[in-house]
């Protein structure tokens, strides 16, 4: 019975209640941003909708880390536009399935521990960035139908009705947390709305969500070459993407959970959802941090609320969406700001005495680019990028040579510190060969020598050393690095014997 429950992520002590409402508010959450994303993409809503609902089935019911929510996404909208215009919504349908089984493929072939590359500055940007598009794509809802800013009347009816909706999410938990706030203040603000005829928009303003359940169609596009070349470029970069913001997300969860998630599971989760996204009527998509936090903030913490929040989803479309259509967009974009505000990491600002400028450069660019530019992937990617290169810049620095010459003329280089690609030139520069004595000995124990490069630059070094005819022996190399030293054997002499057991560049995990 253990079993079961683990695979929901249940135990004894699951609220039910929570759980269930939990879902209730996430599953109201999910209707405006499906319906938006469906149409930045130049789709129809309920492509958006069925999505949302597919997406958040599936990996609830199989993804590695209960209470996060999937569904349709910005990010994956942005990378279909194009597509969608030139070609049409069934080269989309194709796609997402594309996408999905890349996904499944990164899962099975265990890829989601790459997310461990991902330094904390650049999830701090990222988050911060999309604090500022959640916060930003709010502001939509104070325009007119014709573009321009709302005014007189309209407005201050809008704001008043967000206003209250962020007071009662603020307030409510400090006097109570039976019922989650969220949901509390959708339903108030929505029977103010009805109860006094108040003039507002509405989600049916937005666009109609009332359809049937997800039909089951299979990709009306020609099989060849042509084709799957077409589709291949969108499909791994969504694919991408989504297993970027997904894995992001799941961290984000784990540290407010003070649980961990199981980031390979997601993956091949993330990917069968898509691929039932695709043969179901849906345009894909992956999780979303958004309504992740409004679930998690809630209380739930199974499996439970997010497979309630995808069946309610359904619900609505196929029996409730008259009445969800006349829910007030001011209740949803006073939640969804509270999401913003919850979702920035305030403490982020508190380090910028503290921490190295570089890591404050990385987190800022992460954060500009995710806001700006709408494009996580890239974000996360320039940061890993620009990360690296500061890493390197700095350990190739690190690298140091303690030398002395002992009783029997011999000299001694103790190196310290890392040899790879970067530390090559300060390595080289630590040898005075023309002046040295006829037998140097290189010693490696506080040292590691790391990659091809640093290889290359042992190799040049003995080199230089048997030219003037000395010679040279190096010490403390481990099996790996004697092994590629092997074409070498001529004029290095390793001493085995004080050789320590660490391994080279080899990834066990």
């Not at 938006?36 to 958006?48: D, K, N, W």
């Not at 709302?150 to 009816?157: A, H, V, Y």
């Not at 939640?335 to 990491?345: D, N, S």
């Not at 000995?441 to 005819?469: C, P, W």
Request: proline share 4%.
């Amino acid at each position: 019975m253990k079993k079961y429950l683990d695979l929901f992520g249940l135990t004894k002590h699951v609220d039910y209640k929570t759980e269930v409402l939990a879902g209730l508010t996430v599953s109201m959450a999910l209707i405006p941003e499906a319906v938006a994303f469906a149409m930045i993409a130049g789709l129809s809503p309920l492509t958006g909708l069925y999505a949302a609902f597919m997406m958040g089935l599936i990996t609830s019911i199989l993804g590695g880390r209960p209470g996060m929510i999937s569904g349709a996404t910005g990010a994956v909208a942005v990378i279909l536009v194009a597509l969608a215009q030139s070609h049409g919504v069934e080269y989309i349908f194709a796609t997402v399935v594309l996408a999905g089984l890349i996904q499944l493929l990164a899962g099975v072939l265990k890829l989601g521990k790459l997310m461990r590359l991902v330094p904390h500055p650049v999830i701090f940007g990222f988050v911060n960035g999309l604090a500022i598009i959640i916060f930003m794509s709010q502001l939509d809802q104070f325009k007119t139908a014709s573009g321009s800013w709302m005014s007189g009347e309209p407005l201050f009816t809008l704001l008043g009705l967000v206003a209250l909706t962020m007071l009662i999410i603020w307030g409510l938990p400090k006097l109570s947390k039976a019922i989650p706030a969220s949901l509390v203040a959708i339903l108030s603000v929505f029977a103010i709305v009805v109860a006094f005829g108040i003039e507002t928009k509405t989600v049916g303003d937005i666009a109609s969500i009332s359809g049937g359940f997800p039909p089951f169609h299979i990709p009306q596009i020609p099989i060849n070459m042509e084709t799957f070349l077409l589709i291949l470029p969108y499909a791994a970069i969504m694919a991408g993407v989504g297993l970027i913001e997904s894995l992001l997300t799941l961290n984000i969860i784990d540290e407010i959970t003070e649980t961990r998630g199981r980031g390979n599971k997601e993956a091949a989760a993330q990917g069968v959802a898509n691929i039932l996204s695709g043969f179901f009527s849906g345009m894909g998509g992956c999780a979303m941090i958004g309504q992740s936090l409004i679930n998690v903030s809630s209380g739930a913490r199974t499996r439970i609320s997010g497979i309630v929040a995808a069946i309610m989803l359904l619900v609505f479309i196929m029996f409730g969406a008259g009445l969800i259509e006349m829910m007030p967009m001011a209740a949803l974009t006073g939640l969804m700001i509270m999401v913003a505000i919850g979702t920035f990491e305030w403490a982020s600002l508190r380090t910028f005495n503290r921490m190295p400028i570089s890591d404050i450069f990385v987190m800022v660019m992460v954060t500009l680019v995710t806001a700006v530019l709408h494009n996580l992937a890239l974000a996360v990617i320039v940061g890993v990028i620009i990360a690296a290169l500061v890493f390197a810049w700095e350990n190739s620095k690190r690298i140091r040579a303690r030398k002395r010459i002992d009783d029997q003329g011999v000299k001694h280089y103790e190196i310290y510190g890392p040899l790879f690609f970067g530390s090559i030139s300060v390595f080289n520069s630590k040898f005075d060969v023309l002046n040295d004595p006829d037998e140097v000995i290189i010693d490696f124990k506080e040292s590691r020598v790391v990659d091809m490069s640093a290889i290359e630059a042992l190799n040049k070094i003995t080199e230089r050393y048997q030219k003037v005819g000395k010679t040279v022996h190096l010490k403390h190399l481990s099996k790996d690095c004697r092994r590629l030293l092997s074409n070498a054997d001529a004029i290095i002499d390793v001493n085995v014997l004080e050789d320590p057991t660490y391994k080279l560049v080899v990834d066990k995990v």
